[in-house]
């Protein structure tokens, strides 16, 4: 029998969200097969995914823009897109985020850059 893999569906990983729609933006991406709950950041005027990148000194150079809310495919042209902005705890294993370093600094890094807009990553 064929296993089957569900993907994430959109919006799981929020926890909670201010009233309204006030956590929410809608926003341009520019290229690639995202995920929900794929980190972003802001790249020219478009959205990329959050490439978590670090100074030699350890601090944050480029900041998170917010979080996908729903899958989205610009591998073709560009999408328009919704994700979280501000004010909103998430589940942090339900995020996708660059997990390049054997630190663990990329996930530190990406919980700090989430702080600064409000966003609370929960464990």
Do not use: W
């Not at 995202?34 to 944050?60: C, H």
Request: charged residues 20%; without cysteine.
């Amino acid at each position: 029998m064929t296993a089957l893999t569900e993907g994430r569906h959109a919006a799981e990983f929020i926890l909670s969200e201010a009233n309204g729609h006030r956590s929410r933006e809608n926003g341009t991406l520019d290229t690639g097969d995202l995920a929900a709950g794929t980190v972003l950041q802001v790249s020219g005027l478009k959205l990329i995914a959050f490439t978590g990148a670090t100074a030699t000194d350890g601090s944050l150079v480029v900041e998170a823009a917010g979080i996908l809310i729903a899958a989205a495919d610009a591998t073709d042209a560009d999408v328009e897109v919704a994700y979280i902005a501000r004010d909103a705890e998430v589940n942090l294993s339900l995020l996708t985020y660059p997990n390049v370093l054997t630190d663990n600094s990329d996930e530190t890094n990406t919980i700090a850059s989430l702080a600064l807009l409000g966003i609370i990553a929960r464990s």
